[in-house]
């Protein structure tokens, strides 16, 4: 039987979204808490040999703890995602010819990203983290297709440049997670058991 959690009957803590993406901040919006949003100066390069899923648990970490001087007594949410296409880590396009050779190959696979969670309560030292995976598996794509859906939505800060809340729904044949907030950026599921954790209450 699960523990049962604290509840509170007011929000009193300081919330903090230790990203520059305005994805997760439209996501974190929907649990309709107060928070304050801060970009992280932290390097993102993967260590040599380290796995996608660890790169992106560390990241997350990273990120939570680089604003913590600016907000010692926070709960701070540091995310990071790292996606994988076969043995290739695959990462933001930033422009048309990137985001095209991405989506071409992918036409027809399955990509899997890797979406790690940090709640970092700066006051106690108390630290949760979880990486949610989901697989995409991409529909059969032609050139023609993959040219209209970028000049259509241009998803160039986007990993593996599919834009799942927008048009890019239209390029996948189906995932496979428990949680599609991950593929966005932020695993709400997840971060509801976080913060039911640090007694607070959504809704």
Known sequence: M????TVLKTFMTTLVLASSSPYRRELLARLRLPFE?????VDETPLANEAPQDTAQ????L???AVADRFPDALIIGSDQVALLGTAQIGKPHTFENAKK????ASGRSMVFHTALCLYNSKSGNMQTRV?????????????V????LTAEQPYNCAGSAKSEGLGIALIARFEGEDPNALVGLPLIALVDMLHQEGVAVP
């Open 58 to 61: 560390r990241l997350a970490q």
């Open 102 to 105: 991405q989506l071409q190959a």
């Open 63 to 65: 990120k939570a703890r």
């Open 2 to 5: 699960p523990r049962p959690y």
């Open 37 to 41: 949003v801060l970009s992280p100066d």
């Open 146 to 149: 993959i040219e209209r859906y």
């Open 132 to 144: 949610v995976p989901i697989t995409i598996q991409f529909r059969t794509l032609s050139d023609a």
